[in-house]
């Protein structure tokens, strides 16, 4: 039989535990509140920062605006659509590789003339003008401006994405014209384009339709067919380069011109 003293020893112990875990629920309710409240400054304090460093990257409009893209110091081009053409070979030898034949490029942004060398490159030749005759470059956009390093602008692909073709390749030629002294393509040259990689002899003997006017003279090793030189529109091609390019597409690599560059009509003629 429990005594009176021991009951209320019993009793007393039972009060002070029941303190005790009143005074450990309200610690425990303290601390929950206290990490709450740190957890909100914590919030409000990195809210403060994005919103800082947002107003600091947004800012105003003479910090924050992009600047603006150049001009396009072109012409609307002419109605029409790119060809869609193509062939399953080469065509027929049709040109007079002891006659001189002169190309026209009329473009949005002025007239380019070339003079052809169906001797020295008769096969890129005679395919540019059947190309033209075929109405393949009307309405292609240039898709390609490179000036810094090598001069160039890079048109005949009516895909303008850098991978077009007429569907045949084209023999590499005149690849040691002494024009190319020093591995540097000078200033006027015109030459074919094409996928050798350097490398891979089976990669050779690969242009197509699309060809390149140097404006300023590059360094490039001679692997690119020259078949012919710019008699006018070296201002044109300064024009062009003047207004820059592009950064690289991600998709395709080609820095294009912000020169809205087409040739509305590309003309062979034989004199």
């Known amino acids: 039989m429990v005594s009176k003293d021991q009951r209320r020893r019993q009793l007393a112990r039972e009060k002070f535990e029941r303190q005790q875990q009143r005074r450990s629920v309200a610690r425990r309710k303290t601390r929950r509140r206290n990490v709450i409240v740190a957890s909100a400054v914590a919030v409000a304090l990195a809210a403060g920062v994005a919103a800082y460093a947002s107003a600091g990257l947004t800012g105003g409009d003479e910090v924050a605006s992009a600047p603006p893209a150049p001009k396009n110091p072109c012409a609307a081009p002419a109605e029409g659509t790119p060809s869609k053409k193509t062939w399953k070979k080469e065509p027929a030898m049709s040109v007079d590789t002891s006659a001189s034949y002169a190309a026209k490029l009329s473009t949005t942004c002025g007239t380019i003339e070339l003079k052809l060398d169906p001797g020295k490159a008769p096969h890129t030749v005679n395919s540019f003008a059947f190309l033209a005759g ?63 990689d350097g490398k891979d002899e089976k990669t050779r003997n690969s242009g197509g339709s699309q060809f390149f006017l140097v404006f300023q003279d590059s360094r490039l090793p001679p692997n690119y067919t020259p078949f012919g030189t710019i008699t006018g529109g070296m201002d044109v091609l300064r024009k062009i380069a003047d207004a820059g390019a592009t950064s690289p597409d991600p998709q395709t690599g080609n820095t294009a011109p912000h020169a809205h560059v087409v040739i509305d009509k590309a003309a062979v003629t034989k004199s």
């Open 134 to 196: 075929q109405g393949y470059f009307d309405h292609s956009r240039c898709h390609r401006l490179v000036d810094a390093g090598i001069h160039v602008l890079q048109c005949g692909d009516p895909t303008a994405t850098g991978s077009g073709n007429p569907g045949y390749t084209l023999p590499d030629e005149n690849l040691k014209d002494p024009r190319l002294k020093g591995g540097v393509y000078p200033a006027g040259t015109v030459a074919m384009a094409n996928s050798y």
